[in-house]
Nanobody, 117 residues
Framework: QVQLVESGGGLVQPGGSLRLSCAAS????????MGWYRQAPGKERELVAT???????NYADSVKGRFTISRDNAKNTVDLHMSSLKLEDTAVYYC???????????WGQGTQVTVSS
């Protein structure tokens, strides 16, 4: 039973900060690439950030310098620290896992982030 459970979404003002967390179970966490994706209304789901087991990260250009992805392989969690939030960051954010070798994908249920004044 694979579960990815996101938390931490909510309403935040422009320029504010928010931390999203994803708790994984049912997978060997260290064998999976973890990522955050987001989907705004009327748009396709897009990559926000990924992180390899060893800590190497990749970010979408739109969030570089503002968002930080991190993982704790001992706790089976991956976080997304968001700062300097913009209106265009408003979306449902999804936690994703992909097995390093088998490329099996799993998704969380999503958590809403709304940036509004």
């Amino acid at each position: 039973q694979v579960q990815l459970v996101e938390s931490g979404g909510g309403l935040v003002q422009p320029g504010g900060s928010l931390r999203l967390s994803c708790a994984a179970s049912g997978i060997i966490f260290s064998m999976n690439i973890m990522g955050w994706y987001r989907q705004a209304p009327g748009k396709e789901r897009e990559l926000v950030a990924t992180i390899l087991s060893g800590g190497m990260t990749n970010y979408a250009d739109s969030v570089k310098g503002r968002f930080t992805i991190s993982r704790d392989n001992a706790k089976n969690t991956v976080d997304l620290h968001m700062s300097s939030l913009k209106l265009e960051d408003t979306a449902v954010y999804y936690c994703n896992s992909r097995h390093t070798y088998y490329h099996t994908d799993y998704w969380g249920q999503g958590t809403q982030v709304t940036v509004s004044s």
